[in-house]
């Protein structure tokens, strides 16, 4: 289902597109974020799920939305096997300013994959570091885990949210965060999460100055 914007002058959900490898989790993951001021569109490919298909799926999605100066566009990957020169592309794009100009770009990886990320929400994974043991290490905190998070939406709450950032800030150390991490048990999911949050308060923030403004403005004319 494709979202719609409120047309209204006044308010509008601010709007990121996401292009995803997975069908089904990082889906699951992201529309969490979904809330009364922000909406978070999973973007996939049907031509294959690598970097660069993800990345060329997301810039197609562009133009069935009605995107808006600020809004987001954000890749998010897994290391997996796929060759560096792919994961490359989405690293120099997130950053190239000619890109889809007046829209905000970002680029996250998880390496080895995006279950390390969700790892990250229980305990702080060093011991699970390879695409197997993060897998059973996830299902060992989610008895219900098999790819879809519908059954288990509950385990992903506020605080759980921000321990992963903190643990994933932690693991990166002083390194880039607009990189890619080439060490296992690593993730730079936590600056889509990050700037998700961050948009989310600044809209909720307008929403409530405009409301008190107009209060102000009804008792000033009475």
Known sequence: MQFTR???????????LVGVEGT??????FSMFNSAYVHVTPITSREGNSPKKVLSALKAAVPRHQLRDGDYLWVVIDRDEWP?????????WAQDPKESPGLC?????????????LLLHFEDGLQHTTSKACHDALCAHLSDYDKSLDRVRSDFCE?????AIHRAKALLGTSDPTDWPRETGKTTVFTLCEAIRQVDAEEQAKMMSDLLGGATD???CQ
């Open 105 to 117: 770009k970002g680029f996250s990886l998880s390496n080895p994959k995006f279950e390390f990320w």
């Open 218 to 220: 009804e008792q000033h």
């Open 159 to 163: 605080e759980r949210i921000s321990a």
């Open 84 to 92: 560096e020169e792919e994961i490359e592309l989405c690293r120099v």
């Open 24 to 29: 089904r989790t990082e889906c699951d993951y």
């Open 6 to 16: 409120s047309s209204g002058k006044r308010f509008y959900k601010r709007l990121f």
